[in-house]
């Protein structure tokens, strides 16, 4: 009998089920075969081949079985001889199918995590008897963490591999021992001890390699380095390539929390807060590098490094986690499989690209796994003898060797076709175009401007020509461009000879250069945009068609240039979300970054309120949204942002002070109102926002509760106002989220900022001029308790449908349009003020205001609504105006409101020419004089 057939008969008694499927496992992998022979041998059971473990269970056993431990020897048997088991175990439930991919890899790495634990743990106890517990300056210990980084960082180790391990700890000092050590000398010793343990090979094998090379400095750097000196060499010594491993990083032994917490304070490093399209160059450069490594030593047969292997694929996902991370949090995954599930799903890879990269990732680790489960032998090329081919082809389930190859064959070919995609360098810019070769002459000064003008006039450039070759010697002029280094200007020529061929395809050519050259100015000191147009042909296309469609869009982009991050993804720049989408995905990037104190928070609310506009405005300009959709949608926007500060800045006040209680000691509310633009739902790009805020403490006299330094509640909720206003409408580096203007608050510029709710509405019925009511008509509670908003909107009801004399209203209604007019009316023989023009925008306005004032007190429901167009629909309902003067004034009024909008676009005022609009205005004339005309 042979050996394979002993062995099956021994597991036919003792385990039937598993000799069901031991004869292909053990032709599969000998190394499985050696070890049950070894278990067999030592009655070891064999039942945990069958059940997958639960969490914890791999770290329980390891610790069960050294715990107790106290001399090296005893702890490099144990440890070695757990290791083979697990192994065996792993291997054999993989190779018979019975576990996932997932569950093998995260097996893997929850032994690996184990060891390294009961290693260290192992280490420090030797280590502590001799020379105390390390301690820092203020005598608290300083404790150790382990960062597993590549696979171990992902939870995605293979087979046989190295584990790569960084050590580090709290902070300095030294030992508390009667022969005391520098930390940085204690923990240098602990890193030797750990990684003796691990790794020296007895005659019981090892446990596993360790690679110690990704630490600060390599091998010319200390074994262990204090979290203080890792902050500070990534910050001033990081190199691109440690921010694509620091990617994998993930703390697996030591103190796990403070690993965490390291790991969150390295962040900046690895992940921009703007996009990073720098970080494709550094990827295509490393594997280009891996790529000369293969063909010198001849490695094609590679399934990690070879073309369309595992490294190919690992770079396709990780050049979106560094390019975007920054922004998407679920990109900061260490594990690869759910980031490439979330690229498929946020439309960064078309859903069947992402599946099927999942397909090949599976099918390629597999492979990789039963390579090196056949002898557990860290290899990772296909095998040349028979013996090893018909093994890896029992373990994938193939019946012959060409087999195999076929199959392997069409997931490298994916794999390769999808890198070559994703890190295709555009050859545009590198050609040797007419215009390239204009570029390039004008920059070195071979050729005269007036040679470079006629050039350009014979490429397609029939207007204007000499002020082109103008802007781009005011380009080269900047001090910016001439302290370039010689490879930047020789990207910058390739990106600006770019423009100049696409922009021959917009219908105006030299104004789409000339606006878009505006942006290359504004971000010619930042490379990683320059990059990114260079790179990105579906960027560039974008800006051209947006700077070609509108000015206002242009400054816009330019006074904001991480703006152009959002014109990566033409889906998303053109499809802006909905209300609950927009409140949803403001809330979920304020999450993010919690805790990171005020400048952050005033930096997200304006890149978001800048980056929602621009995908506003670029679906306006398709024509995708009509204008009342692209004003709710602004109006949305302000709404949200608005309540996100307004989070902030509570959050902010209680932290500090502590929050107001009312008597009843419930904690005291604050709300926002909307006037105006904003309360009428029908704000235009660059609307300031008409605000009001209230409260309802009754304790105005008495101090805050909770916080460290109690304030008095009065001062408290100015405080609070003042901040909110500040995080709106101060100017920081990234602009300023909106302008603010309190003056439609109790008593205007005189009153408080904040008002109680009972003051406002003592305000309301007793002191408010008829203007002011005008105004209410149009006002909407947009933020804070909602108990406040509920009260607010009873208040203005009540006070909107307070019974009036019909006269007295008419009167002041058609004064105050009067008395508008004069001060504000700019028409004159050549032009016509759409706003405030007779028969223009404020006609309309005021004829609906004094409608609903005039008639709520006998139709409540015509104060419902606070914007225009419903207020007149509800007017005609209840009989207060005819259908047909109702229809002639939204007609009249979208006409302007379009207009103005677009005029708004163009960078252009609202004077329209004097026989423009004459018969809307005719229209809005006749209807004033019907309703009005009898008090002007």
């Not at 929390?257 to 703007?274: D, K």
């Amino acid at each position: 009998m042979t050996r394979a057939e002993e062995q099956l008969a021994r597991l036919r008694a003792q385990e039937p089920e598993l000799a069901e499927v031991a004869g292909r496992v053990c032709t599969a992998s000998p190394f499985v075969a050696e070890a049950l022979d070894w278990m067999l041998d030592r009655s070891l059971g064999l039942d945990g081949l069958r059940r997958s473990r639960e969490p914890g269970q791999t770290a329980a056993r390891i610790q069960e079985g050294t715990g107790d431990l106290a001399e090296d020897a005893d702890m490099q048997r144990t440890l070695r001889q757990l290791r083979r088991e697990d192994m065996a175990r792993i291997a054999f439930r993989d190779l018979a199918g019975w576990a996932p991919l997932d569950e093998t890899l995260a097996d893997l790495s929850d032994l690996a995590d184990a060891c390294c634990e009961a290693a260290l743990r192992f280490a420090e106890g030797r280590l502590q008897a001799r020379h105390g517990r390390p301690r820092g300056e203020g005598g608290q210990e300083s404790l150790p963490v382990v960062l597993g980084m590549g696979k171990l960082g992902g939870r995605e180790l293979n087979f046989s591999s190295d584990i790569d391990l960084i050590f580090c700890y709290t902070q300095g000092g030294e030992t508390d021992g009667a022969r005391p050590l520098s930390n940085d000398e204690y923990f240098g010793r602990l890193t030797q001890e750990t990684g003796k343990l691990l790794s020296a090979r007895t005659e019981d094998g090892f446990v596993f390699r360790v690679d110690t090379m990704l630490r600060p400095f390599g091998s010319a750097g200390a074994l262990a380095a204090s979290f203080a000196a890792m902050e500070e060499y990534y910050q001033v010594h990081g190199r691109e390539w440690e921010r694509y491993a620091l990617i994998k990083a993930r703390p697996v032994a030591g103190d796990i929390e403070a690993g965490q917490a390291l790991l969150r304070t390295l962040r900046p490093f690895v992940y921009r807060r703007y996009l990073d399209y720098n970080a494709i160059g550094s990827l295509r450069e490393l594997k280009r590098l891996i790529e000369d490594d293969v063909k010198r030593k001849g490695m094609d047969d590679n399934v990690k490094l070879g073309h369309g292997g595992i490294r190919e694929l690992e770079f396709i996902v990780q050049s979106f986690q560094l390019v975007r991370g920054g922004n998407e949090a679920p990109l900061r995954d260490a594990r690869l499989r759910p980031v490439l599930r979330y690229l498929g799903e946020a439309g960064h890879l078309p859903l069947p690209t992402a599946a099927r990269l999942d397909e090949c990732y599976v099918y390629l680790r597999r492979l990789e796994n039963a390579i090196q489960m056949y002898g557990d032998e860290q290899a990772h090329a296909l095998p040349a003898d028979e013996a090893r081919r018909a093994a890896l082809c029992a373990a994938m389930g193939n019946a012959d060797w060409c087999g195999l190859l076929e199959e392997l064959d069409a997931v490298r070919g994916f794999v390769q076709q999808e890198f070559s995609r994703v890190f295709a360098e555009s050859q545009k810019g590198r050609s040797e175009s007419p215009l390239s070769r204009l570029v390039a002459g004008l920059w070195s000064g071979q050729l005269d401007p007036g040679d470079a003008a006629d050039g350009l006039y014979a490429a397609g450039y029939k207007q204007s020509p000499r002020d082109l070759v103008d802007e781009l010697e005011a380009l080269k002029s900047l001090r910016l461009v001439r302290a370039m280094r010689e490879e930047t200007v020789l990207k910058l020529q390739q990106l600006l000879a770019q423009l100049l061929d696409e922009a021959l395809l917009q219908p105006q050519p030299v104004v789409a250069l000339k606006r878009a050259l505006r942006i290359i100015q504004a971000v010619v000191g930042r490379s990683t945009y320059l990059t990114l147009l260079r790179e990105s042909d579906s960027t560039r296309q974008q800006l051209l068609g947006l700077c070609a469609a509108s000015p206002w869009l242009t400054d816009f982009i330019a006074q904001s240039p991480v703006l152009l991050d959002s014109l990566l993804d033409p889906r998303a720049l053109y499809a802006p979300p909905e209300k609950e989408e927009l409140f949803e995905d403001l809330i979920r990037r304020a999450a993010e970054i919690e805790g990171q104190g005020t400048e952050a928070a005033m930096d997200l609310l304006r890149r978001y309120q800048k980056e929602m506009t621009l995908r506003i405005a670029a679906a306006d300009l398709l024509r995708a949204l009509p204008l009342v959709k692209v004003s709710d949608r602004l109006t949305w926007l302000a709404e949200a942002i608005v309540a996100q500060a307004l989070r902030f800045t509570w959050a902010e006040m209680v932290a500090q002070y502590g929050e107001p209680r009312r008597r009843d000691g419930a904690p005291a509310g604050f709300g926002v109102i909307a006037y105006g633009k904003f309360g009428g739902l029908e704000l235009g790009y660059g609307s300031d926002l008409d605000l009001v805020f209230v409260h309802d403490c009754d304790t105005l006299d008495e101090d805050s509760q909770g916080g460290g330094r109690p304030l008095n509640n009065g001062a408290w909720y100015a405080r609070l106002a003042q901040r909110l206003i500040n995080s709106l409408a101060t100017q920081t580096p990234a602009g300023r989220a909106y302008e603010v203007d309190m003056q439609l608050r109790p008593s205007g510029a005189s009153g408080l900022l904040v008002t109680s709710l009972e003051g406002f509405a003592d305000y309301q019925r007793n002191s408010a001029w008829t203007w002011e009511h005008q105004a209410l008509t149009r006002a909407r509670y947009v933020a804070g308790a909602a108990g406040i908003g509920a009260a607010f909107e009873a208040v203005r009801l009540e006070v909107l449908c307070r019974p009036r004399d019909p006269e007295v209203l008419g009167r002041e209604v058609a004064d105050m349009r009067r008395r508008m007019r004069e001060n504000l009316d700019k028409s004159n023989e050549q032009r016509w003020d759409v706003k405030q023009g007779r028969g223009g925008l404020t006609d309309c306005e005021f004829l609906t205001q004094f409608l609903v004032l005039r008639d709520a007190a006998a139709h409540p429901a015509v104060s419902h609504w606070s914007d225009n167009w419903r207020q007149l629909e509800a007017l005609a309902g209840a009989g207060s105006i005819g259908q047909d003067q109702v229809a002639t004034l939204i007609d009249c009024y979208r006409a302007y409101r379009e207009w103005v909008h677009g005029r708004a676009l163009q960078r252009e005022d609202s004077y329209a020419e004097t026989g423009q609009f004459s018969q809307e205005r005719s229209k809005i004339a006749a209807i004033w004089e019907a309703i009005l005309g009898r008090w002007v």
